[in-house]
């Protein structure tokens, strides 16, 4: 990463003239639209060349920090290695160039390229059938819950109108059952992090429509009462939710759908590798177990009976939660990470991010307080620095560890322990990288003790220091207009 | 372990064992319940070579058309310059998660800021989110918001004339939400401003939602409309196909409050349905209610002008079960593709590719009227690049034919109706050739 901050603004290179842009002409009479419905005002983009446009942005770049930049410890975000082949397969122009609605006859080539991801997602959660429709995890969240709703209606039960989620949830949980329409009700964490049957037990009554559960928890600890919560759920006529966004650890060793999950969903940007984008876009398809299919959303791609391919709509459904089939380009990495790992490489992928995930914990318990002891998952929580002793608190580590070069982990999440800071290493990192990023956690715990104005004062070495966060929710600039106004 | 993705080496993996104090990677998963354990292999195929997921992916796209694209209803195709491809593919941009550490992302809060502020111009907008998925769901996150703003008034208008597939998504959501829905009735084409007044009369609607471009591809005429809303104390929600807000009259001009759509038509490769990019600006009063992210400016410790996330309290993770949105990414990547096309293009850029598309569709409806086949279905509304005819033939048997000819000639919304859109990327020679096929039948 580049340490000299490059801070210009597209709007700041603009010179009146400048163009970026040849268009072919079709040289056709022109045509004037009614001048009541013409824009008036003067549209002000940036007037800017192409080389200037290729330096800027390029520049810009310089000032991030990627999977591809170095080692990105971002717990429940699964920040692991994006291979370059599925960027040239998204972009294969017999692809890209498909409109969403050209006849199911001429686009069968993307249509079994949904089908083969929707069969492989389904042998890989043990469920019946998956719908790639959702555009993010969180959308998926809301998708999997309207097909728990569309499922009760179907049955005139409509009394069901709570939603339970463990105290440890990511933050999404709640919001999408808020958004499906639902009740909110939080079941408690035992002292070892994962969910207290006893306090679940009498929740479950026949106002409850749907458990949602992460597994592998937050925590990065597995449900081992799993078993027995699904039986408790399903006696009680409610569906349990699978969050997949901590599958990871998973592949390989246990399924979603053998554990009693009815529904579940997958964060394609997170098993399956595809990139994050700096916030997008994603995929979020949702998997259903058998006798629940008819509920997704429309439209579905199904597998006739000579072979082909055909895009259906069900009366059923729970209705259309997107424009068509997705994001389709993101589907086409996802698919191409399926086939380069292969069956084998899919079981190891889970084993080895669990075992990199114990070594990094097992190598800082001494240094860091471990508030759960035992084996993990794919990640797991420390709460701060052991040494409370020396007021550094995990938000100064964070930034401490910007300094040398790394992400910093998830901090003050979940919100179970005042001092949160949740490590996630994935599989596609190598016992040096783990090693390097052990020692640096030890010296900031060192210098904590020693030198503990320099950890506060971190980060020191990046491209800009601390943002005045205060300032900016206070009087917001948030467009290039109020900036040079200012 | 063997994969070229996983650095362990045998010796790696005892290293790490022996540190975690077991023999095996199993051990590690003790804690999983016997008879939940996985024991048999995936039915997936074994581990492919690159050659092989190459040709894997050539295999189907041999199985798909290669078509010249008439087809719009939404999503256009358009050209896009080589450098935007290029730039998105840089692994800092691409391989970055959402900027919460703001000290090592200002590319990615620096290029959403340069995104917000082109919205605001383009829509004539006070502020923007760092958008949304898609056209459609953005739509139903306005309609959401509509209601949580207007507190008890729990009912929203939807013009008849609007997209139907954002139709679709807002009365799924709004379904589930306990949001009542309206259509609001169309007349000629165009929705009804008498039928949205009965509407508005019964007081309790929070929020009316029209399309600038309706499906129909007809530009709409709102005049009136926003002091209709503002009396009802109804949010004025205006649906639009981005690029067109270069030309006609913007949401900020109609006097909308919230201006939301896809931007795929900023040059997104059409791929199928996506990923393409919801965007969603708003005057600045909904500042604090609108969904998603929202980037702002303020300076460091030691002066820099620097970006950040802002505004985070409105959030979801923040509020959990008290959201009114679950959304808590952005289309990110897309949003950096979108401010690329528009710095290249300009105002100037954008308004010439709706020209292209503006002069060639006139100049195609009249060759297609002219074949004694078709009408324009409504002759007296004005189109910017997309109309839609109604044919004296099926118009199934339309499409099919130019398909053999390697045309996608529209999109068929009604047994007799077709919807054609051009744009920069169809040749006068090739609209000619889809006119001789429509002569023919």
Same mark, same amino acid.
Request: some cysteine; glycine content about 8%; overall charge negative.
């Given at each position: 990463?580049?340490?000299?901050?490059?801070?210009?603004?597209?709007?700041?290179?603009?010179?009146?003239?400048?163009?970026?842009?040849?268009?072919?002409?079709?040289?056709?009479?022109?045509?004037?639209?009614?001048?009541?419905?013409?824009?008036?005002?003067?549209?002000?983009?940036?007037?800017?060349?192409?080389?200037?446009?290729?330096?800027?942005?390029?520049?810009?770049?310089?000032?991030?920090?990627?999977?591809?930049?170095?080692?990105?410890?971002?717990?429940?975000?699964?920040?692991?290695?994006?291979?370059?082949?599925?960027?040239?397969?998204?972009?294969?122009?017999?692809?890209?160039?498909?409109?969403?609605?050209?006849?199911?006859?001429? $686009?069968?080539? *993307?249509?079994? #390229?949904? !089908?083969?991801?929707?069969?492989? =997602?389904?042998?890989?959660? &043990? +469920? @019946?059938?998956?719908?790639?429709?959702?555009?993010?995890?969180?959308?998926?969240?809301?998708?999997?819950?309207?097909?728990?709703?569309?499922?009760?209606?179907?049955?005139?039960?409509?009394?069901?109108?709570?939603?339970?989620?463990?105290?440890?949830?990511?933050?999404?949980?709640?919001?999408?059952?808020?958004?499906?329409?639902?009740?909110?009700?939080?079941?408690?964490?035992?002292?070892?992090?994962?969910?207290?049957?006893?306090?679940?037990?009498?929740?479950?009554?026949?106002?409850?429509?749907?458990?949602?559960?992460?597994?592998?928890?937050?925590?990065?600890?597995?449900?081992?009462?799993?078993?027995?919560?699904?039986?408790? $759920?399903?006696? *009680?006529?409610? #569906?349990? !939710?699978?969050?997949?966004?901590? =599958?990871?650890?998973?592949? &390989? +060793? @246990?399924?979603?759908?053998?554990?009693?999950?009815?529904?579940?969903?997958?964060?394609?940007?997170?098993?399956?590798?595809?990139?994050?984008?700096?916030?997008?876009?994603?995929?979020?398809?949702?998997?259903?177990?058998?006798?629940?299919?008819?509920?997704?959303?429309?439209?579905?791609?199904?597998?006739?009976?000579?072979?082909?391919?055909?895009?259906?709509?069900?009366?059923?459904?729970?209705?259309?939660?997107?424009?068509?089939?997705?994001?389709?380009?993101?589907?086409?990495?996802?698919?191409?990470?399926?086939?380069?790992?292969?069956?084998?490489?899919?079981?190891?992928?889970?084993?080895?991010?669990?075992?990199?995930?114990?070594?990094?914990?097992?190598?800082?318990?001494?240094?860091?307080?471990?508030?759960?002891?035992?084996?993990?998952?794919?990640?797991?929580?420390?709460?701060?620095?052991?040494?409370?002793?020396?007021?550094?608190?995990?938000?100064?580590?964070?930034?401490?560890?910007?300094?040398?070069?790394?992400?910093?982990?998830?901090?003050?999440?979940?919100?179970?322990?005042?001092?949160?800071?949740?490590?996630?290493?994935?599989?596609?990192?190598?016992?040096?990288?783990?090693?390097?990023?052990?020692?640096?956690?030890?010296?900031?715990?060192?210098?904590?003790?020693?030198?503990?104005?320099?950890?506060?004062?971190?980060?020191?070495?990046?491209?800009?220091?601390?943002?005045?966060?205060?300032?900016?929710?206070?009087?917001?600039?948030?467009?290039?207009?109020?900036?040079?106004?200012? | 372990?063997?994969?070229?993705?996983?650095?362990?080496?045998?010796?790696?993996?005892?290293?790490?064992?022996?540190?975690?104090?077991?023999?095996?990677?199993?051990?590690?998963?003790?804690?999983?319940?016997?008879?939940?354990?996985?024991?048999?292999?995936?039915?997936?195929?074994?581990?492919?070579?690159?050659?092989?997921?190459?040709?894997?992916?050539?295999?189907?796209?041999?199985?798909?058309?290669?078509?010249?694209?008439?087809?719009?209803?939404?999503?256009?195709?358009?050209?896009?310059?080589?450098?935007?491809?290029?730039?998105?593919?840089?692994?800092?941009?691409?391989?970055?998660?959402?900027?919460?550490?703001?000290?090592?992302?200002?590319?990615?809060?620096?290029?959403?800021?340069?995104?917000?502020?082109?919205?605001?111009?383009?829509?004539?907008?006070?502020?923007?989110?760092?958008?949304?998925?898609?056209?459609?769901?953005?739509?139903?996150?306005?309609?959401?918001?509509?209601?949580?703003?207007?507190?008890?008034?729990?009912?929203?208008?939807?013009?008849?004339?609007?997209?139907?597939?954002?139709?679709?998504?807002?009365?799924?959501?709004?379904?589930?939400?306990?949001?009542?829905?309206?259509?609001?009735?169309?007349?000629?084409?165009?929705?009804?401003?008498?039928?949205?007044?009965?509407?508005?009369?019964?007081?309790?609607?929070?929020?009316?939602?029209?399309?600038?471009?309706?499906?129909?591809?007809?530009?709409?005429?709102?005049?009136?409309?926003?002091?209709?809303?503002?009396?009802?104390?109804?949010?004025?929600?205006?649906?639009?196909?981005?690029?067109?807000?270069?030309?006609?009259?913007?949401?900020?001009?109609?006097?909308?409050?919230?201006?939301?759509?896809?931007?795929?038509?900023?040059?997104?490769?059409?791929?199928?349905?996506?990923?393409?990019?919801?965007?969603?600006?708003?005057?600045?009063?909904?500042?604090?209610?609108?969904?998603?992210?929202?980037?702002?400016?303020?300076?460091?410790?030691?002066?820099?002008?620097?970006?950040?996330?802002?505004?985070?309290?409105?959030?979801?993770?923040?509020?959990?079960?008290?959201?009114?949105?679950?959304?808590?990414?952005?289309?990110?990547?897309?949003?950096?593709?979108?401010?690329?096309?528009?710095?290249?293009?300009?105002?100037?850029?954008?308004?010439?590719?709706?020209?292209?598309?503006?002069?060639?569709?006139?100049?195609?409806?009249?060759?297609?009227?002219?074949?004694?086949?078709?009408?324009?279905?409504?002759?007296?509304?004005?189109?910017?690049?997309?109309?839609?005819?109604?044919?004296?033939?099926?118009?199934?048997?339309?499409?099919?034919?130019?398909?053999?000819?390697?045309?996608?000639?529209?999109?068929?919304?009604?047994?007799?109706?077709?919807?054609?859109?051009?744009?920069?990327?169809?040749?006068?020679?090739?609209?000619?050739?889809?006119?001789?096929?429509?002569?023919?039948?």
């Amino acid at each position: 990463m580049n340490r000299d901050f490059y801070s210009k603004l597209i709007f700041e290179l603009s010179q009146p003239g400048r163009k970026g842009y040849k268009i072919p002409e079709n040289h056709l009479p022109e045509v004037k639209l009614p001048e009541n419905l013409k824009r008036t005002s003067k549209l002000e983009l940036p007037e800017v060349d192409e080389p200037s446009v290729v330096r800027h942005y390029n520049n810009m770049s310089t000032n991030n920090f990627g999977v591809d930049s170095g080692f990105y410890p971002l717990g429940s975000c699964t920040m692991k290695y994006n291979p370059k082949i599925n960027e040239e397969v998204a972009a294969h122009p017999a692809f890209t160039s498909l409109h969403p609605a050209t006849p199911d006859k001429a $686009v069968q080539g *993307a249509l079994e #390229l949904y !089908y083969t991801l929707q069969c492989a =997602l389904s042998e890989v959660g &043990g +469920m @019946a059938e998956f719908t790639l429709n959702p555009y993010a995890g969180a959308h998926g969240e809301l998708t999997g819950l309207l097909v728990i709703k569309a499922y009760h209606n179907s049955r005139g039960d409509v009394k069901r109108t709570k939603v339970i989620v463990p105290d440890s949830a990511h933050g999404t949980n709640p919001a999408s059952a808020a958004v499906a329409g639902y009740e909110i009700i939080e079941v408690k964490s035992r002292p070892d992090g994962t969910v207290d049957v006893e306090d679940l037990k009498p929740l479950l009554d026949d106002t409850v429509a749907a458990v949602m559960m992460t597994n592998p928890n937050t925590l990065g600890i597995f449900e081992k009462n799993i078993p027995e919560i699904a039986s408790l $759920v399903h006696a *009680a006529g409610a #569906l349990l !939710y699978y969050d997949g966004a901590n =599958l990871n650890p998973m592949l &390989g +060793m @246990a399924r979603p759908g053998d554990m009693g999950f009815d529904v579940m969903h997958i964060n394609l940007h997170k098993t399956f590798s595809t990139p994050h984008g700096g916030g997008g876009p994603g995929a979020g398809p949702v998997g259903v177990r058998a006798g629940l299919e008819q509920f997704l959303p429309n439209p579905r791609v199904v597998k006739n009976s000579d072979g082909s391919f055909s895009v259906i709509s069900d009366k059923k459904s729970l209705g259309s939660i997107s424009a068509h089939l997705g994001n389709f380009a993101v589907e086409a990495r996802a698919l191409a990470y399926i086939l380069s790992l292969g069956n084998q490489g899919l079981k190891e992928a889970g084993k080895l991010a669990t075992l990199n995930a114990n070594y990094v914990k097992e190598s800082l318990k001494d240094v860091y307080c471990l508030p759960i002891e035992g084996v993990c998952k794919h990640e797991f929580v420390f709460d701060g620095l052991a040494d409370k002793s020396t007021c550094v608190t995990t938000l100064n580590v964070a930034k401490r560890l910007l300094d040398h070069g790394y992400h910093a982990p998830t901090i003050y999440f979940p919100l179970l322990f005042h001092e949160s800071l949740m490590i996630e290493p994935t599989e596609t990192e190598s016992l040096q990288t783990l090693d390097e990023f052990i020692d640096v956690m030890r010296d900031i715990a060192r210098e904590a003790k020693e030198t503990p104005d320099v950890v506060k004062n971190a980060p020191l070495n990046t491209p800009i220091s601390h943002p005045d966060d205060t300032e900016a929710a206070l009087h917001p600039i948030v467009n290039y207009t109020e900036l040079t106004e200012l | 372990m063997s994969h070229r993705y996983f650095p362990h080496t045998d010796a790696d993996i005892d290293v790490m064992l022996k540190k975690c104090g077991v023999t095996s990677i199993d051990d590690l998963y003790a804690d999983v319940p016997e008879q939940l354990l996985f024991r048999r292999d995936y039915n997936l195929p074994d581990e492919m070579s690159e050659k092989e997921v190459r040709d894997f992916f050539n295999n189907l796209g041999k199985k798909n058309d290669d078509l010249v694209c008439f087809a719009g209803n939404g999503f256009y195709d358009h050209y896009a310059p080589a450098v935007i491809g290029s730039l998105i593919a840089r692994s800092e941009f691409l391989t970055a998660y959402t900027p919460y550490q703001p000290e090592i992302s200002q590319g990615t809060l620096q290029y959403i800021f340069e995104y917000q502020s082109m919205m605001c111009r383009l829509t004539g907008m006070e502020v923007s989110n760092a958008s949304m998925y898609d056209g459609t769901t953005a739509t139903a996150e306005a309609m959401m918001m509509a209601v949580a703003h207007a507190r008890k008034r729990n009912h929203v208008l939807i013009s008849s004339t609007v997209n139907q597939a954002v139709i679709d998504v807002v009365k799924t959501y709004a379904g589930y939400h306990g949001v009542e829905i309206s259509l609001i009735d169309e007349v000629d084409g165009v929705t009804s401003r008498d039928s949205m007044n009965q509407l508005l009369a019964k007081g309790d609607v929070a929020g009316v939602i029209v399309a600038t471009r309706n499906r129909y591809g007809i530009i709409e005429d709102f005049a009136g409309f926003a002091d209709d809303c503002k009396a009802a104390k109804a949010l004025l929600i205006m649906n639009c196909v981005a690029l067109d807000l270069a030309t006609i009259k913007t949401p900020g001009e109609w006097g909308a409050d919230v201006a939301v759509g896809d931007a795929q038509s900023l040059g997104i490769p059409l791929s199928f349905g996506g990923p393409y990019l919801g965007f969603f600006c708003a005057k600045k009063a909904l500042m604090r209610k609108i969904p998603g992210r929202i980037v702002g400016a303020t300076k460091d410790k030691d002066g820099r002008r620097v970006f950040v996330l802002t505004l985070q309290a409105r959030e979801q993770h923040i509020r959990r079960e008290k959201a009114t949105s679950n959304i808590c990414s952005n289309q990110g990547l897309m949003s950096l593709y979108v401010t690329i096309y528009m710095s290249l293009m300009g105002a100037k850029g954008m308004s010439d590719v709706n020209r292209q598309g503006c002069d060639g569709a006139h100049y195609l409806a009249e060759k297609l009227v002219a074949t004694g086949k078709c009408k324009l279905t409504f002759p007296n509304r004005p189109f910017l690049n997309e109309f839609c005819i109604t044919t004296s033939v099926p118009a199934q048997k339309i499409v099919d034919r130019a398909l053999e000819e390697g045309i996608l000639a529209g999109v068929q919304i009604a047994e007799d109706r077709l919807l054609i859109a051009v744009t920069e990327m169809q040749t006068v020679k090739e609209m000619d050739r889809l006119v001789e096929i429509v002569k023919s039948l």
